[in-house]
């Protein structure tokens, strides 16, 4: 089985597709995507569909909609190869033995296939391991081939409940951790003007995330563009402001400080303004505001590294717990 959700929910079986049109089944789908290979007990599909209460005949509801996914499921093991004898369909498993009834609740059996979910987590683990060990080039990698795997939105599509809403957050978060250290990794490749562009876009959809804000300034400074860089902490000082009332972090308030003080001791240098950053030089930074080896020493914040990397499959939220 192949299982795409990180840019909406695709979910094939032999190349067939699986995944329903209609709204409840699709939901019910992408509730056992997320706790693929593990039971889901009926109470949280039963929370999932119908947040504020199960009306009467839910049970019976539920058993419907899986009805339905099995002989999606049926008819994929079917078509998958038309030209393929009667008798070898036989020798392949059941939608039954696929979308398996246990007590308590539904599994779905992936049968070991592809799931992008667990792809990215193995390769933002193997990244994040790289960055540990100072190993730029291959973390920018890694971390690179994770963020591939993003299409969109995760779950695009899908009404989603409150149990997903969670698994959303909690993938969306992830992404933002392993875009994070993939910045850094490549600031600490020299890769500053390549990266301006991207980080521009980045902010205007994240308007209070400040490592994404702390690295488009120490690009912008490293392109000989100070003001620039000044330019966009102060819009993020007035987002933080009208979000929370609010004032950066005490790291974005060394690294603001540490820009106004490399602008003020170099200068303004004579292409700093009408030069591409793409094509802009680096400016020359007195030693004690240079970026060693990531950024700006006054702001070198700490590698985020989950504790310790669990394989995919290990890390996993409890069919119970969905988050």
């Given at each position: 089985?192949?299982?795409r959700i990180l840019g909406g929910l695709s979910v ?260 700093g303004v009408r030069t591409s950053a793409r094509y ?44």
């Open positions: 089985m192949d299982v094939r079986e032999n190349g067939v597709s699986i995944t329903p049109t209609a709204a409840a089944p699709r939901q019910l789908l992408a509730l056992l995507t997320a706790s693929a290979d593990q039971l889901v007990p009926v109470t949280v599909l039963t929370e999932e569909l119908w947040p504020s209460g199960a009306p009467r005949g839910a049970r019976a509801e539920l058993q419907a909609h899986i009805a339905e996914l099995r002989t999606l499921i049926a008819g994929a093991l079917r078509g998958a190869d038309p030209a393929e004898p009667r008798q070898a369909w036989a020798d392949r498993p059941s939608a039954e033995a696929i979308l398996v009834s246990q007590p308590g609740g539904y599994r779905l059996d992936t049968g070991g296939g592809v799931h992008d979910v667990w792809q990215f987590e193995r390769a933002a683990g193997a990244g994040y391991r790289a960055m540990e060990a100072g190993d730029l080039s291959r973390a920018a990698l890694r971390l690179g081939e994770a963020l591939a795997l993003w299409r969109g939105d995760p779950y695009a599509g899908v009404a989603a409940g409150p149990r997903l809403r969670r698994e959303i957050e909690r993938l969306e978060t992830s992404r933002l951790s392993v875009l994070d250290q993939w910045m850094e990794a490549q600031l600490g490749l020299g890769r500053h003007a390549e990266l301006v562009s991207e980080l521009t876009g980045l902010v205007s959809r994240y308007r209070t995330n400040e490592p994404l804000h702390a690295h488009l300034m120490v690009a912008l400074l490293r392109c000989g563009q100070p003001d620039q860089a000044l330019a966009v902490y102060e819009r993020l000082r007035v987002a933080l402001k009208g979000q929370s009332g609010m004032e950066p972090s005490a790291r974005l308030r060394r690294l603001h400080r540490s820009v106004i003080a490399v602008r003020d001791t170099a200068g303004r240098p004579a292409y802009a030089p680096a400016p020359s930074v007195p030693a004690q505001y240079a970026p060693t080896p990531y950024v700006p020493a006054q702001y070198a914040p700490t590698p985020y590294v989950p504790a310790p990397y669990a394989p995919a499959r290990d890390r996993l939220v409890p069919a119970g717990s969905i988050n």
